[in-house]
T-cell receptor
Framework: DAGVIQSPRHEVTEMGQEVTLRCKLI?????LFWYRQTMMRGLELLIY????????DSGMPEDRFSAKMPNASFSTLKIQPSEPRDSAVYFC???????????FGDGTRLSIL | KNEVEQSPQNLTAQEGEFITINCSYS?????LHWLQQHPGGGIVSLFM???GKKKHGRLIATINIQEKHSSLHITASHPRDSAVYIC???????????FGTGTLLAVQP
């Protein structure tokens, strides 16, 4: 089992650019979580999908952020346009269900200049 | 006041010591998670529990639902246990996790 796979591992881009983060779930998992980690705020849930359907997006900061699950094993988190305050580590996690242990990817370290 | 409070925020121990990290929460939960984050940044789920006690190797996690409190214990600590330990609680239909701020543990040889 390869675990949750995130790409890229690091991203540095200028403000105003579009950023796309990618996540491949563990095979058979049907719950997908996007988190953001910063020094100031720690870990925060951005959005949660179950069976490809967004269930809770209350953590998405604003309209610049969007997330999709085009199929059961893959998700994207897009920021457009990006701003320096979006700089953080973004984690994706998947689980067998909403009440099961979550398996985290290695994260994407995003720096917006 | 944060919904999930951890203590201590920082902990330095000598190799071999018994370590306890505490987590208190103020919301209703369906489960509590203990996570470990190493300096490289990766996050590993250590435990998910809703009652009683769980043990995995040198790690023990306990939870008291009535008191809304959980502890993570590490026996015979080792420098490789050095990491940030994060408590998170999940509840409601979506099991949305609310995270504590973490405890930075350094185990010195």
């Amino acid at each position: 089992d390869a675990g949750v796979i995130q790409s890229p591992r690091h991203e540095v881009t200028e403000m105003g650019q579009e950023v796309t983060l990618r996540c491949k779930l563990i095979s058979g998992h049907n719950s997908l979580f996007w988190y953001r980690q910063t020094m100031m705020r720690g870990l925060e849930l951005l959005i949660y999908f179950n069976n490809n359907v967004p269930i809770d997006d209350s953590g998405m900061p604003e309209d610049r952020f969007s997330a999709k699950m085009p199929n059961a094993s893959f998700s994207t988190l897009k920021i457009q346009p990006s701003e320096p305050r979006d700089s953080a580590v973004y984690f994706c996690a998947s689980s067998l269900g909403p009440h099961q242990p979550q398996h985290f990817g290695d994260g994407t370290r995003l720096s917006i200049l | 006041k944060n919904e999930v409070e951890q203590s201590p925020q920082n902990l330095t121990a000598q190799e071999g010591e018994f370590i306890t990290i505490n987590c208190s929460y103020s919301v209703g939960i369906s489960a509590l998670h203990w996570l470990q984050q190493h300096p490289g940044g990766g996050i590993v789920s250590l435990f998910m529990l809703s009652s009683g006690k769980k043990k995995h190797g040198r790690l023990i996690a306990t939870i008291n639902i009535q008191e809304k409190h959980s502890s993570l214990h590490i026996t015979a600590s080792h420098p490789r246990d050095s990491a940030v330990y994060i408590c998170a609680v999940g509840g409601g239909a979506t099991n949305k996790l609310i995270f504590g701020t973490g405890t930075l543990l350094a185990v010195q040889p």
